[in-house]
């Protein structure tokens, strides 16, 4: 007997070319989706009719390593911006996230959620931590749901099995929310939002994903609103639209607020500057020092530098964590760094210390593909060669210049990408995220999210999609669907 995931994705592979378009169509509809800046208009994200399936004790061990890199994350972060190497990340952020951080960074415990993104090659290997916008849980939910039900349904199951078939695979939404519910109780024991702003700019590139998680959070109890900074007041609370609101979830990053034009950015700044809580209870609060690579990098450092372990307050199991799952990452600065790095570009990967998207990663082994120069044009104005980009980078100290990690070896994995005109199987390279708290008595039920691409760096607003993660539980409710639709 075959085992579970390739006798399922067999399954949906065959059955593709039939529910493909419906999948990707309804899938684009509850919100997988990237919105256009411009003008407000959507483009729907890619979803693959095949699925990454994971037991629940594998999935469960992912989680903790990303709980437990998170909180090392969240503690050297701080011990950095208290520490003699301040500057290293301090001098990487902007003029206002530095000063939030500054001023917050020494009493920052409590990240409602964070994603640790992952490759997956001999062994699960930490690529990076995100702290401010850690986003794709109603992603993730539309992708896993929507092909359970659309499957299951082709294959002719009933309203009743496709519900307990996504009970079974959980929800990062709903896990997203509990998280919000338990952060606001720390600010504010024993109470719970009434009402809840999720704040972004206007036209954000996930301005449907945060629909979908209005859309959900009503469902589950609590009143909210997508939200602009353009639309806030208040001196006593925050308040658009004729709302009040206790609690406000930022998806916004800090930097955006110091944009020319931004209407409404004094406002959020004060409203971040002040003690969390004051007019209402934001969470995330500011965390740019936490999310810099470059605190990432000093993770790994770490487990060679016990004095920099012991000035960051690590605890065993977060020294495990890091030694089981980080790759050799450093500051990309030192003469020895760069020229071993020199020596073997096939080994590493450069990356900016605070940047997002993947605009400035630089894979080694792709330096002849055309994707890596021009992502080198748009960095330096012109193409270079290796050595000449390691030179550039070791002396760049824009967003607090470049680390460098060795790269993780990973193969693309083939999967029916669909696109609502074709069903495709496709080599893709995929990634796994995992979401977790830190700072909470009681973490929610966090899960993950697969992203796939077929460039190596793998980024949904740079032309990725999105992998269905299922549970063996819900991967197996799927088969027995197939199996009692072909007797």
């Given amino acids: 007997m075959k085992p579970l995931p390739e006798a399922l994705n067999e399954a949906l592979t065959f059955a593709a070319k039939y529910f493909g378009k419906e999948l990707a169509d309804t899938a684009y509809a509850r919100g997988l989706a990237v919105t256009n800046k411009a003008d407000g208009s959507t483009i729907p994200i890619p979803i693959t009719a095949t699925a990454v399936i994971l037991g629940e004790a594998e999935l469960a061990r992912r989680t903790r390593l990303a709980a437990l890199l998170a909180s090392a994350g969240a503690k050297m972060s701080r011990a950095l911006c208290a520490g003699e190497a301040r500057e290293l990340l301090l001098g990487g952020l902007s003029p206002l996230e530095r000063t939030l951080a500054e001023k917050t960074a020494a009493t920052l415990e409590t990240l409602v959620t964070t994603r640790v993104d992952f490759f997956v090659g001999d062994k699960v290997q930490a690529l990076e931590l995100n702290a401010t916008i850690p986003a794709m849980q109603g992603y993730s939910d539309i992708a896993a749901q929507t092909l359970i039900e659309v499957a299951a349904r082709y294959w002719g199951a009933k309203d009743t099995f496709i519900a307990q ?3 079974k695979n959980g929800s990062n939404a709903l896990a997203l929310y509990r998280a919000l519910l338990s952060g ?31 859309e ?21 609370a925050v308040r658009a639209n004729g709302k009040s609101y206790d609690l406000v979830y930022r998806h916004l990053f800090v930097r ?40 990432f990098a000093m993770l790994s450092e ?20 890091v030694a089981e799952s980080v790759p050799w990452t450093r500051p990309f600065r030192t003469p020895a760094v760069v020229a071993r790095v020199k020596k073997n570009p096939d080994a590493y990967v450069l990356k900016r210390s ?5 605009r400035a990663v630089f894979v080694g082994r792709t330096r002849g593909e055309a994707g890596f120069e021009e992502r080198v044009k748009a960095a330096y104005g ?19 210049g470049f680390v460098v990690q060795s790269l993780v070896e990973t193969k693309p994995e083939t999967h029916v990408l669909c696109d609502g005109a074709s069903a495709v199987p496709t080599d893709l390279y995929v990634d796994f995220s995992a979401y977790a708290s830190v700072g909470l008595e009681r973490a929610p039920a966090w899960g993950g999210v697969c992203r796939g691409s077929v460039s190596h760096i793998v980024n949904i607003v740079g032309g990725g999609g999105v992998i269905p993660l299922l549970s063996e539980g819900a991967a197996q409710s799927l088969l027995d669907a197939f199996r009692a639709g072909i007797k």
């Fill in 354 to 358: 605070w940047d997002y998207g993947g």
């Fill in 216 to 236: 959900k959070f009503r469902e589950w109890g609590a009143d909210a609103d997508v939200v602009h900074p353009d639309q806030l007041s208040g001196d006593d």
């Fill in 382 to 400: 012109a193409p270079l060669d290796w050595d000449a980009l390691c030179d550039r980078a070791a002396e760049d100290r824009v967003g607090g």
């Fill in 302 to 321: 770490a487990l060679e530098d016990r004095a920099l372990s012991k000035a960051a307050g690590l605890t065993e199991a977060e020294r495990e964590a």
């Fill in 184 to 214: 606001y109780a720390k600010v504010r024991p024993g109470r719970t939002p009434e009402r809840i702003a999720l704040l972004s700019r206007r036209n954000d590139a996930q301005l449907t994903e945060q629909r979908y998680l209005c």
């Fill in 165 to 167: 078939a996504m009970a």
């Fill in 256 to 295: 955006r607020l110091e944009e020319p034009g931004m209407v409404g950015a004094d406002y959020v700044r004060a409203l971040l500057a002040e003690p969390n809580g004051t007019r209402a209870v934001v969470l995330n609060p500011p965390a740019s020092q936490v999310e810099a690579k470059l605190a």
